[in-house]
T-cell receptor, first 118, second 111 residues
């Protein structure tokens, strides 16, 4: 089955620093990737949709200058949390949709990144 | 706003029992999907049911869809301790296959 690798699994950083999270599709090409944020015991909140080679589409209320998304290749998308603050602490999850029509209705998820900002 | 709303929010059962989770949604959909999430991990796709389907099976999973009531249910039969996880329904109603997730049901299966 399709595998999505997300790295790092967890990161602790100081307030004001930037953190980059990588999401890779290992055995398929992902034309579309999605980034979610999840608070403890809550659902996933879609932050943005990134399409390879074009700008990401951000959901309402998500600061595009705060959460920089780059999808420069068909197998890699990155989310950079810039000038992180304690309120940015959360679980971030990426997902990818394969490019072929037969399997592109379901999403494949990374294992998530727990970000803690001190 | 959340499209899918699961109930119950939490469910605790004994191993071997069946677990039923429900999901309601508000707008028209192309398909509805169920995902599972173990604590602190990503989500794993379980099953997809299209808007023109009423029931689907996969192993110990049975999903129903009632588009007139805008609701779906997930039944896990003969539950195991390893089924302990959060279960989310997700609806797909747009052209970009952007899924909207419900709040989830936390299932605990006691050995």
């Amino acid at each position: 089955g399709a595998v999505v690798s997300q790295h790092p699994s967890w990161v602790i950083c100081k307030s004001g620093t930037s953190v980059k999270i990588e999401c890779r599709s290992l055995d398929f090409q992902a034309t579309t990737m999605f980034w979610y944020r999840q608070f403890p015991k809550q659902s996933l909140m879609l932050m943005a949709t990134s399409n390879e080679g074009s700008k990401a589409t951000y959901e309402q209320g998500v600061e595009k200058d705060k959460f920089l998304i780059n999808h420069a290749s068909l197998t890699l998308s990155t989310l950079t949390v810039t000038s992180a603050h304690p309120e940015d602490s959360s679980f971030y999850i990426c997902s990818a949709r394969p490019g072929d029509f037969a399997t592109n209705e379901k999403l494949f998820f990374g294992s998530g990144t727990q970000l803690s900002v001190l | 706003s959340q499209q899918g709303e699961e109930d119950p929010q939490a469910l605790s059962i004994q191993e071997g029992e069946n677990a039923t989770m429900n999901c309601s949604y508000k707008t028209s959909i192309n398909n509805l999907q169920w995902y599972r999430q173990n604590s602190g991990r990503g989500l794993v796709h379980l099953i997809l049911i299209r808007s023109n389907e009423r029931e689907k099976h996969s192993g110990r999973l049975r999903v129903t869809l009632d588009t007139s009531k805008k609701s779906s249910s997930l039944l896990i039969t003969a539950s195991r301790a390893a089924d302990t996880a959060s279960y989310f329904c997700a609806t797909d109603g747009g052209s970009n296959y952007k899924l909207t997730f419900g709040k989830g049901t936390l299932l605990t299966v006691n050995p």
